[in-house]
């Protein structure tokens, strides 16, 4: 299995513009989580997926935060419009369960200016 | 309100020697927890895990404590090696919300020679 991919590696965008962060969860996990990890918040829920329904969207910022998944296989991170304050690593997740452990992606480096 | 915590960011260990690293949480419902270790670039990896019923953990150099009572988990590796430099990141989950995450902010390993 390749894992969780997540795409683009980088992505450099100017304030204000939108943002879409692309998942690909491992085939037959059925969570996926989205995470941000920063300094000083480490690494930080955004919201996660149970069979494709949103269950827990309690730590998505603001509302310029959304998040799809359309089905199985794929997942959307969107921010619009995009602040500064947005630049970080975003790591998508899935897994059975935690009892399994989270396999994660290897991130997102989004950097707004 | 960071739920886990991780107050030491880094810490330096000579190879050969013993990496401690400390988890406290806040949560008493909490009851699995879990390292995970985070190369640069890359996306943390599932390490060790424990359950609450249990208060020691082990899986070759690498050890995890529980103490109930003081809401407190330690990571031991035993010896240390320059590959385990590395985040290391403390995670809890309640029964409530079984398939969510609490991740601490990470604590920076480096191995020395």
């Known amino acids: 299995d390749a894992g969780v991919i997540q795409s683009p590696r980088h992505e450099v965008t100017e304030m204000g513009q939108e943002v879409t962060l692309r998942c690909k969860p491992i085939s037959g996990h059925d969570y996926l989580f989205w995470y941000r990890q920063t300094m000083m918040r480490g690494l930080e829920l955004l919201i996660y997926f149970n069979n494709n329904v949103p269950i827990d969207d309690s730590g998505m910022p603001e509302d310029r935060f959304s998040a799809k998944m359309p089905n199985a296989s794929f997942s959307t991170l969107k921010i619009q419009p995009s602040e500064p304050r947005d630049s970080a690593v975003y790591f998508c997740a899935s897994s059975w369960g935690p009892s399994y452990g989270y396999t994660f992606g290897s991130g997102t480096r989004l950097t707004v200016v | 309100d960071q739920q886990v915590k991780q107050n030491s960011p880094s810490l330096s260990v000579q190879e050969g020697r013993i990496s401690i690293l400390n988890c406290d949480y806040t949560n008493s419902m909490f009851d699995y927890f879990l390292w995970y270790k985070k190369y640069p670039a890359e996306g943390p990896t599932f390490l060790i895990s424990?359950?609450?019923?249990?208060d020691k953990n082990e899986d070759g150099r690498f050890t995890v404590f529980l103490n109930k009572s003081a809401k407190h988990l330690s990571l031991h590796i035993v010896p240390s090696q320059p590959g385990d430099s590395a985040v290391y990141f403390c995670a809890a989950s309640d029964p409530g919300t079984a398939s969510k995450l609490t991740f601490g902010t990470g604590t920076r390993l480096q191995v020395t020679l």
């Open positions: 424990i359950s609450s019923i249990k």
